[in-house]
């Protein structure tokens, strides 16, 4: 049994999709999904247990060897990513039980956990393999799955959302699997390991530098770098509550994780910055999306916008962690992933909550709420807290990585510059607690009551974890340091 | 009782911190809540009190929590100069309880719950302040004192208090996430360290191109200390009620900011390698400029709380000039100012506090006569004003003393002259008004004739207890000497050595 967890990591929530389908009673359907995430979020916690103890586990599907069959590889980087997207979204369904249930009609609530399900599926397979091809199939059922979610929001802009996102994730899905199939063209191969030994050989070769360009293009319009970010704020302003923010914490995460992955693992840190001047591009992208998408989340009338384009900013420092081309660097970006998966789940239940409670998330729907919905409240300033990166908070832990591998790089400026940025951040996070607190109400809030506890607990539960990895920060900067060690030492 | 000094430490932080609480439990009982906070006070009273005389007798006391990011623990460290701060603070929390009582009851505020929950906080966070034994763990309290003061300064909820709230908040933050965390960040990249040593954690291999960039923004950052430009916080704080302003912006917020300079100063710089960086005269004439100018601009307010706010500024300017004399008469001077000047600026924002419930005047220009009116609170502005320029019979004439005798060590001149003239401002912008207030008839031009009416009896109690604190430590200045003596020796920079 324990030999077969990286498959049963996968094919728990993928046999869990369907069979959501056949139960067909709206309330048992929550709890189902509820139980397969749970049981997909103890298998991943076995895996890493496994991981940390006897090191990478390579598993052929149906014994058949790679290259030939498809391999799941399961290390340090990856078993970390599964726990957390399993995680997160086993507690992001405790709170859609009553969530979903008000928001989306009764003849919905399967397909939004069928679709869930699958998206999870996804993801937790994109973390898992170590096929470059899956990769691709992968991303696609989460990618379709998203759509479906999106589009299942009450709100008829949901449906121009989610059509958007439409367009410019197959545009993202075409151009890796472009970069994918030059590369099975160079080689023969499409298992990661394999062509990992078999790329330096045609490292010269002009078909290998356009793979690695469509890949980049591609991976990068999927994690919402600037300026491929467009699809995001509206997807995650019209998608319902829970599904914002399950998506918002791990599927730009997990793009993270390919785009790492391809670079470090697949086409080697030397190849990465000598063929293309990627380190600067990076940089220079990375810094002008954190000062435009925080400056833009500045004027939203939305909550759930704020934090979208809050969001991409965050995405921009984990960029920026990978531009700095070091060890640190790439521990930074990696405990930043974690750190900031934490901050906007907890941030988005919250603000689900608040959309539970008075059917909005407009800004100026939130004055007065401090009184009427306390505890919620007190969560979005924890979360926001974290945002801006107080110490005691993840926020502040990530920040100080940046920081100190920037200042290791000898990048004073770049270090001045995020710094400033976490002001932005200030001025865009205390926007929404003058209104929460300062700001008489707008709507009649007599009868507004705190949010249900199904869905304080979440929300609390994630605000305590911000505040417990900000102060022991064994396992996610003690993780992270042996996953970049790992990726720049042997390829796996 | 008997703990350990260890957990004595702990326990400085986590009374405070806990009685919040029973605070908000207790919120339907205002005088159980009070009660609360009192006890809260009495405890850490009794806390610090035992852990000078622990320290006193010789005995050192350190607590290192398990390392948070790996490298960096939470430590602390009793240490002379964190022990006159802590306990200023622990005995004027008493103190300003007493008197909020009075002045929160008389003046009918709102929210009183809140208050004290955050009051508590920001005490346990200077504790944390006070006793902390690295920069990290040093920078943490502070940031959380800002968070904890803000809801303090907006309390009054109006649009005035929430744009003061956000000046408060957006400079104090500004400076401390783009300055004081880069330099701290910058000297554990250079130094490889950030813990307090005597002597400084700087070695001559740092070019001092790199350890002068970091002093400017240690400087700058500890945006607390007001130095100019960055001192427009202060009197946006204000708007607080005056408890707030009288404890936070006259004694914990203000002296955790130069607290924090001359730790840095002399623990992290060390004296010596201050002396030879070529920022640190830059800095020391724009913290006397920030002495002079906060004066002149004091004496241009009509609003009483806005121009004890600038004399505050300027009285901070000395306390950093102290530091960065770089000389161990100068450091002596602003570790005495610390508790000095507290006394001083307590005593007439408690007066101020004290005018403004019973006759609610704000206005300088209206208090004229009003000496017969409330004796007791004048007499004690008067005396607090002595203080704050530093005359006898009063706490503030040592402290200005040494500073004086800093500035003929280094021989700067200019230092001196700016300390004299500077005394000259404090008298014109302080002395006429308890001078007005008894000589000169009041606006009606009725001379006879007015009845006493005095702030609630809890008010007078704690501006009594101030102002006899003010000549107390003129005359029985020993303790605090010792303790700003030792700070020298634990520093490496014996005075008189």
Same mark, same amino acid.
């Given at each position: ?174 151009? @890796? ?219 502040? !832990?990530?920040?100080?990585?940046? !920081? !100190? ?21 200030? @001025? ?15 709507? @009649? ?48 | ?497």
């Amino acid at each position: 049994m324990i030999a077969h967890y990286p498959i049963l990591q996968v094919i728990i929530p993928l046999l869990g999709a369907p069979l959501c389908l056949f139960i067909r009673i709206p309330r048992l359907v929550g709890l189902f999904a509820l139980l397969v995430s749970a049981a997909a979020f103890l298998v991943s916690c076995g895996l890493l247990q496994q991981v940390l103890s006897h090191g990478t586990i390579v598993y052929e599907i149906g014994g058949w060897a790679a290259p030939w069959g498809i391999e799941y590889r399961i290390d340090q980087l990856n078993s970390y990513l599964l726990l957390l997207v399993s995680g997160i979204s086993t507690v992001v369904l405790v709170a859609a039980q009553t969530s979903v249930k008000k928001e989306l009609p009764e003849n919905r609530h399967i397909y939004f956990y069928t679709s869930y399900l699958l998206c999870l599926t996804g993801l937790l397979g994109i973390l898992a393999t170590g096929d470059a091809f899956n990769v691709f199939v992968f991303l696609e059922i989460s990618a379709l799955s998203s759509y479906t979610m999106i589009a299942l929001g009450t709100d008829r802009r949901a449906l121009t959302a989610s059509y958007q996102y439409l367009v410019m994730g197959t545009i993202g899905a075409t151009f @890796i699997i472009i970069g994918v199939g030059l590369m099975y063209m160079m080689t023969g191969t499409l298992n990661m390991h394999d062509l990992a030994q078999r790329l330096p050989e045609v490292y010269k070769s002009k078909t290998i530098l356009s793979a690695f360009g469509f890949f980049i293009v591609g991976v990068c319009l999927k994690l919402a770098l600037f300026p491929l970010h467009l699809w995001l704020p509206n997807a995650y302003a019209f998608a319902p509550s829970i599904a914002t923010a399950f998506l918002a914490a791990t599927s730009t995460k997990v793009a993270v994780y390919i785009l790492i992955r391809y670079m470090f693992s697949i086409f080697g840190i030397e190849f990465v910055t000598t063929s293309l001047p990627l380190n600067d591009i990076f940089l220079v992208l990375g810094l002008i999306g954190i000062f435009a998408a925080s400056v833009s989340a500045i004027y939203q009338r939305n909550v759930k916008r704020i934090f979208a384009y809050s969001s991409i900013a965050q995405i921009g420092y984990m960029i920026l962690g990978l531009a700095i081309g070091t060890q640190l660097g790439l521990t930074a970006t990696l405990l930043h992933l974690f750190n900031h998966a934490l901050m906007k789940s907890a941030l988005f239940l919250a603000i689900g909550a608040v959309t539970y409670r008075i059917g909005s998330s407009q800004i100026y729907h939130l004055a007065g709420l401090g009184r009427k919905m306390p505890f919620t409240m007190a969560a979005i300033v924890a979360g926001g807290l974290s945002l801006i990166g107080v110490p005691l908070t993840v926020g502040f !832990v990530s920040k100080w990585y940046l !920081v !100190v591998a920037l200042l290791d790089n000898g990048w004073w400026p770049v270090a001045v510059l995020v710094l400033f940025s976490s002001l932005i951040a200030v @001025i865009y996070v205390w926007r929404v607690i003058e209104w929460i607190y300062f700001t008489p109400p707008r709507i @009649i809030l007599d009868d507004i009551k705190e949010a249900p506890l199904s869905q304080l607990i979440p929300i609390w539960f994630l605000v305590l974890a911000n505040l417990y990895f900000g102060v022991d920060t064994r396992l996610t900067v003690g993780v992270s340091k042996m996953a970049a060690q790992s990726l720049f030492g042997v390829t796996p | 009782m008997n703990l350990s000094p260890e957990l004595m430490v702990l326990m400085t932080i986590l009374v405070p911190a806990f009685a919040v609480i029973p605070i908000i439990a207790a919120n339907r009982y205002p005088n159980l809540r009070e009660g609360i906070t009192i006890t809260a006070s009495l405890m850490l009273i009794y806390l610090v009190s035992s852990l000078y005389t622990f320290t006193r007798d010789g005995g050192s006391v350190t607590l290192v929590s398990p390392d948070l990011i790996p490298g960096l623990s939470l430590s602390f460290e009793i240490e002379p100069l964190g022990m006159i701060f802590s306990l200023v603070a622990s005995y004027l929390w008493l103190v300003t309880t007493v008197y909020a009582v009075g002045y929160m009851r008389g003046h009918h505020e709102q929210n009183q719950t809140r208050f004290y929950s955050c009051f508590a906080i920001a005490i346990a966070s200077v504790m944390g302040i006070a006793y902390a034994d690295n920069l990290f763990t040093l920078f943490i309290f502070y940031e959380i004192l800002t968070f904890s003061t803000y809801p303090l300064v907006t309390h009054a909820g109006t649009v005035k208090a929430k744009q003061g709230g956000r000046v408060y908040l957006g400079i104090l933050l500004t400076t401390s996430i783009l300055f004081l965390l880069l330099a701290i960040i910058g000297t554990w990249v250079t130094a490889g360290r950030m813990d307090f040593v005597a002597g400084g954690v700087f070695n001559e291999n740092n070019s001092p191109l790199v350890t002068g960039t970091l002093l400017v923004l240690f400087i700058f950052g500890i945006g607390k200390a007001a130095i100019m430009p960055f001192h427009r916080w202060l009197p946006a704080a204000m708007v607080a009620p005056t408890p707030v302003s009288a404890l936070l912006h006259a004694v914990a917020v203000v002296k955790a900011g130069v607290f924090t300079v001359l730790k840095v100063c002399v623990y992290i710089f060390g004296l010596d390698l201050l002396k030879t960086l070529p920022t640190t005269d830059i800095l020391l004439y724009l913290a006397a400029a920030t002495v002079i100018i906060a004066s002149i601009i004091a004496m241009r307010q009509d609003n009483l709380k806005a121009r004890l706010a600038y004399s505050t500024v300027s009285q901070l300017g000395y306390i950093t000039i102290g530091a960065l004399l770089a000389t161990s008469a100068g450091a002596l001077g602003g570790a005495m100012h610390i508790a000095m000047h507290a006394f001083g600026k307590i005593t007439l924002f408690f007066c101020a506090g004290a005018i403004m419930v019973a006759s609610h005047k704000t206005e300088i220009s209206q208090m004229r006569g009003l000496g017969r009116q409330m004796p007791i609170t004048m007499v004690a502005f008067f005396i607090g004003s002595l203080s704050i320029i530093g005359l006898p019979p009063t706490g503030g004439t040592w402290s200005k003393w040494y500073l004086m005798i800093g500035a003929i060590d280094s021989e700067k001149w200019l230092i001196m002259i700016v300390l004299m003239v500077s005394s000259l401002l404090n008298i014109a912008y302080l002395l006429p008004i308890p001078i007005r207030a008894f000589l000169v008839d009041n606006e009606d031009g009725q001379k006879s004739e007015v009845k006493i009416k005095e702030a609630p009896l809890l008010s007078l109690l704690a501006i009594s207890v101030t102002a006899l604190g003010c000549i107390v430590l003129f005359f029985y200045t020993q303790p605090l000497f010792e303790l700003a003596l030792s700070f020298l020796e634990a520093a490496g920079v014996p005075y008189g050595g």
